[in-house]
Nanobody, 125 residues
Framework: QVQLVESGGGLVQAGGSLRLSCATS????????MGWFRQAPGKEREFVAA????????DYAASVQGRFTISRANNKNLVHLQMNMLKPEDTAVYYC??????????????????WGQGTQVTVSS
């Protein structure tokens, strides 16, 4: 079982930045692909970004490309989502997710077996 804990959410003005972190105690974390998804009120959960277990592949949703950056620090069992130039439409609960060991990443939430509880990001205009 993989436990994921997100942190770093909060309230920020449009144009500002936030850095989300996802921590796991899984000892073989380096074998899991990691992703970030978000869900705004009244909307379905949507893909934001993902990074492969080897770190050599990074995928982004078109809506965040060029503004958000995903990274991982395997030695610390952490994944980060740096969010710059935030917009009010980025307001959502952000979820960290992990694939089973050595599965490829993608935008499909079904690829990810493990999910965190989420952290709220609110961007004011």
């Amino acid at each position: 079982q993989v436990q994921l804990v997100e942190s770093g959410g909060g309230l920020v003005q449009a144009g500002g930045s936030l850095r989300l972190s996802c921590a796991t105690s899984k000892p073989t974390f380096s074998e899991n692909g990691m992703g970030w998804f978000r869900q705004a009120p009244g909307k379905e959960r949507e893909f934001v970004a993902a990074i492969s277990w080897g770190g050599d592949r990074k995928d982004y949703a078109a809506s965040v490309q060029g503004r958000f950056t995903i990274s991982r620090a395997n030695n610390k069992n952490l994944v980060h989502l740096q969010m710059n130039m935030l917009k009010p439409e980025d307001t959502a609960v952000y979820y960290c997710a992990a694939t089973p060991a050595r599965r490829e990443i993608g935008a499909d939430a079904g690829l990810y077996d493990y999910w965190g509880q989420g952290t709220q990001v609110t961007v004011s205009s």
